[in-house]
Structure formats: structure tokens, C-alpha cells
């Protein structure tokens, strides 16, 4: 594609080198030509209000689709739900990114169908795929984890490439020049716009999307002068609240849990650090330890290596824990492993 083609939109440069070159290589191998569209790092704001990341939106005769792009070097492994990243010996453990990908796509699809250009129009669906744009990863997903995760070698078929012998899909719209007329006036409406990786929240800016929960969002954040300085911060975002009194239910919910945890000492718990306000929405500010690892995680890196006193102090921890806050009188309701964190090598408990 002709780095001026309109139908190439970057929405704004990437501040990571690797990233663009990623987008780079795939932006010379689209074609220029009707239906061919596509859409650079970009967010968008959900119905649910929750904001969304997006590195690459293709729209070709194959289909349209939502990509996340990672870069990493080294050694990736895993199955369909957590990944582990081996490298200058080290592992990482997290989500595999097709789940975020899957939810970001499926929020857009249900944003842009909302859109005055949709109506009487049939949009496709928004497919989600993982880019792996390092020549140098070795990559060992097997099976169902590979499904949607494309290597250099294998992105641009993914893309583009139709299969005269494949069937057509039932339901499946086929992308051609109305197609992407409408879905082109749907995304502009939408309130596509720039990617605002630096927004600040008090004296923090978010960075990194930790996770989403039914009502909010945590990020891991870094102070706006003192770079070295991270905190976790739980967003409650105010974009889709229409009325006041939604507005106002979100702020009771934020008080709440601060007024919860506030009064609660225990070496399991991690309370918020204090309540502040922003333009996107009341948030809790909390400590966040570099180290500390999702329990989920750390289970799926380490469970073998975990003798029974470790695993009886692991259930030990987390059950004082708990036990602690219900004597308090303070109820929850689902408590998911991704709510406890482990600091060292033993998890603390629910944070």
C-alpha cells in the first residue's frame, strides 16, 4: 500500500520502534485498492466504557481484523489461555494476547454496529489474530493456542489471502466496495481516535492494561515526574454513564471499596493507597511490586516445583486472609486467582 493511500489511516505514529516496523511490513504488502483498509494505533471507547488499544484494523476481501502486535524475542510457549516467554533466562507468564485481542474485537464489533452507518448495512465480522513480528522468536504453540497467532511467514495470508477451495461461510459477509464504504463511515463515527497511551490519572499516567473486571479497569501506571515510580491504578471508567445518576452510582462504587478496605491491617491484603479523580473516571490508587506475579500465573509457571508445605502455605495464606476480611464484616463477591498476587515465592493472599 502507497505509504499517502487513504485507505492506509495512521491514527498516530508509534512510539516503539519495533511496533513500526511491524506495522511497516505489513503496510507495504497490502494492496491499494478497493476494499482494502486499514487502521493504525488507535483507541476507542466501549459501551461499557472501558477504553481499548488497538495496534492494526485490516479490512480486505478476507475478512476484517482486529491484530495485536508483539514483538518479543526468545522463546514462547504455552497452550490456549497463559503463555510463557523464556528469555536471557528469565520466564514470563502471561494471558495469551488472542483473549484480548478476542474481547477488544468483539467490543468494536458491537460499537460500530450501534453506528448510524450500519443501519441496513451487514458488517463483518471483526476477527481477532496475534501478530509475532520478531524474526527472532521461537515460537512452540501447538495445537489450539496457535490457532490465530501468525508468524512474519504467515500474517499477510492470514490477511489477504482467499482460498478459491475453502467454502463459503454461512453468515460470513463478504467484504466488498459498499461493505467497506459502510464499515469505513462506521469506525468515523465510532469516535475512532489517536491512542492516548499517556493518560494521567492524578499524578500517574497508565501504561500497561493489567486486566478488566465487571466494572472498571487496572493498569499499571508510572508517576507523571518520578518515571521510576509504578503503582497500580483501578479505573472506573465513566465514559459510558449517560445520566448523573449512572455517573454517580460508578463514584459510590469506587467510594466503597475504599471505604471497605481503608480500616482493614493485614500482611495479605494490599489497600489502596488513596481515591483521586480524573477526567476518565474515579480511580484507587495501590503499591505495586515489580515482582509480584498473578496467582494463576504463578501456578502455571511453578506448581511443579511446589512441595506440599509450600502448596499447605499458599492455601494457608489465602484462607487467614479471607477469614480476616469476613470477620471484618466486609463481603466480596467471586474471587477469581487473578486477585491474589505473589511478591515472593509464596502468594500472599488476595490484593
Same mark, same amino acid.
Given at each position: ?8 489511516? #495512521?491514527?498516530?505514529? /508509534?512510539?516503539?520502534?519495533? +511496533? ?16 482494502? &483498509? ?13 477504553? #481499548? ?23 514462547? $510457549? ?35 454496529? &450501534? ?28 495445537? $489450539? ?7 512474519? /511467514? ?40 489517536? /491512542?492516548?497511551?499517556?493518560? @494521567? ?29 509504578? &503503582? ?16 454517580? #452510582? ?11 478496605? +481503608? ?13 483521586? #479523580? ?59 486467582? @487473578?486477585? /491474589?498476587? $505473589? ?7 488476595? $490484593?
Amino acid at each position: 500500500m502507497n505509504l499517502t493511500s487513504p485507505r492506509w489511516q #495512521q491514527i498516530t505514529p /508509534s512510539e516503539f520502534p519495533w +511496533e513500526r516496523e511491524a506495522l511497516a511490513f505489513i503496510h507495504e504488502e497490502i494492496p491499494d485498492h478497493e476494499p482494502y &483498509r486499514a487502521w493504525a494505533n488507535l483507541d476507542f471507547v466501549a459501551e461499557d466504557g472501558s477504553i #481499548q488499544e488497538v495496534d492494526l484494523l485490516v479490512l480486505s476481501p478476507k475478512g476484517f481484523f482486529l491484530v495485536e502486535i508483539k514483538s518479543w524475542p526468545g522463546t514462547l $510457549s504455552g497452550d490456549a489461555n497463559t503463555w510463557n516467554l523464556e528469555r536471557e533466562g528469565k520466564v514470563q507468564t502471561f494471558d495469551s494476547p488472542l483473549l484480548l485481542a478476542n474481547r477488544k474485537a468483539r467490543k468494536l464489533a458491537s460499537l460500530l454496529k &450501534r453506528q448510524k452507518a450500519a443501519r441496513g448495512a451487514q458488517l463483518p465480522y471483526v476477527e481477532p489474530l496475534v501478530f509475532l513480528s520478531n524474526p527472532n522468536l521461537q515460537c512452540k504453540l501447538t495445537g $489450539s493456542a496457535r490457532q490465530g497467532v501468525h508468524l512474519r /511467514s504467515g500474517i499477510l495470508a492470514a490477511l489477504t489471502r482467499l482460498d478459491p477451495a475453502a467454502p463459503f461461510q454461512p453468515g460470513k459477509v463478504r467484504v466488498y466496495r459498499p461493505v467497506a464504504q459502510a464499515v469505513v463511515r462506521a469506525v468515523a463515527e465510532a469516535g475512532i481516535r489517536p /491512542s492516548q497511551r499517556a493518560r @494521567r490519572v492524578g499524578d500517574f499516567l497508565l501504561e500497561e492494561l493489567l486486566f478488566t473486571g465487571p466494572n472498571y479497569q487496572a493498569w499499571l501506571a508510572r508517576h507523571a515526574t518520578l518515571e521510576k515510580i509504578r &503503582r497500580r491504578v483501578r479505573l472506573y471508567p465513566l465514559a459510558a454513564a449517560t445520566g448523573a445518576e449512572a455517573r454517580a #452510582q460508578i463514584e459510590r462504587a469506587a467510594r466503597r471499596e475504599l471505604e471497605a478496605l +481503608e480500616p482493614l491491617f493485614h500482611p495479605g491484603l494490599l489497600n489502596p493507597a488513596h481515591h483521586t #479523580q480524573s477526567e476518565l473516571g474515579p480511580a484507587l490508587v495501590f503499591d505495586h511490586n515489580s515482582d509480584a506475579l498473578r496467582l494463576d500465573h504463578y501456578l502455571v509457571r511453578d506448581a511443579s516445583r511446589l512441595g506440599f508445605e509450600d502448596r499447605f502455605c499458599l492455601v494457608r495464606q489465602i484462607a487467614e486472609t479471607l477469614q480476616y476480611v469476613h470477620d471484618k464484616r466486609v463481603f466480596h463477591r467471586s474471587l477469581p486467582p @487473578r486477585a /491474589s498476587w $505473589s511478591g515472593t515465592r509464596t502468594p500472599r493472599g488476595p $490484593s
